[in-house]
């Protein structure tokens, strides 16, 4: 094994241009986790009480300013589109929609978003550890995973799967997508359903888009949970277009 090599993985943001997160060749590296905060960012992880947590999973905030931290976005001359995505949380505290847990050395473990977080049962899962489970599956591409909320009804988990090419998604190929999800997590971090998918919805950066996908699912129109201009593969948003009032059909309540 080379032990001569630096890997150092970083975590940031686009709009602030520059990283929360990274590495130090003055410390050590552990497997599995960045080697510290950057220097000038006051990075914590916040429990639901805006209080800083140490080996605990919360929301990743800056406490305090950095000098690239924007005034306003594009087309937000009042700086409304700023506050509602990142300070509508923590009001004055700038909280960047990542799960992190903060080490008790010091490292960072990015968890995945906040915002499209996973809540069964009174379990909260990132989608970023399902993502880690099926993505191995020699079968499996890529995937998308959004858990739905729906009034008087229980939650929906939906897993949507691009496949490798010469696989389909049959009954046998879900079974040991299940089961490798239970194994490796648990039973409640199964779907309710498992689609498969043209590919998955990215922005410009290459992110998953969980919460416009949630969103579109929950009802929502198109045109006001994705912009187009702002993806890597914007016709990846067809598939989902006209499976969103199939879906909801199926969710309605029944009428008395």
């Keep these: 094994m080379r032990r001569d090599i630096w890997i150092v993985p970083i975590s940031g943001g686009t709009d602030f241009a520059g990283a929360f997160v990274g590495g130090n060749p003055l ?19 916040y429990d639901d009480a805006g209080r800083p947590v140490i080996e605990e999973v919360g929301e990743l905030v800056c406490a305090a300013p950095m000098p690239s931290m924007p005034l306003r976005l594009l087309n937000d ?17 700038w909280r960047h929609g990542d799960w992190i847990k903060i080490t008790a050395r010091g490292g960072a473990i990015i968890y995945g978003r906040s915002d499209a977080t996973i809540n069964r049962s009174g379990i909260r899962m990132g989608s970023a550890e399902i993502y880690s489970v099926v993505e191995a599956l020699p079968e499996v591409l890529d995937s998308l995973v959004v858990d739905l909320e729906f009034l008087g009804q229980e939650p929906h988990m939906a897993l949507f799967v691009v496949l490798q090419p010469g696989h389909r998604l049959d009954d046998a190929l879900r079974s040991a997508i299940e ?26 950066s290459g992110k998953k ?6 969103k579109l699912l929950l009802g929502q129109p198109l045109d006001r949970v994705a912009n187009r201009g702002s993806m890597a593969n914007p016709a990846s948003l067809d598939w989902f277009a006209s499976y969103a009032p199939r879906f909801l059909e199926t969710r309605r309540a029944p009428t008395r």
């Design 27 to 45: 410390l050590p590296v552990y497997s599995g986790e960045m080697q510290c905060r950057c220097l000038g960012a006051k990075v914590e992880a």
């Design 77 to 93: 001359p009042d700086g409304q589109r700023l506050r509602e995505s990142y300070f509508d949380l923590f009001p004055g505290v």
């Design 179 to 204: 089961a490798r999800i239970r194994s490796s997590l648990s039973p409640r971090h199964v779907p309710n359903a498992i689609l498969e998918i043209p590919e998955v919805p990215r922005t410009l």
């Design 209 to 214: 888009m969980e919460v416009p996908i949630k």
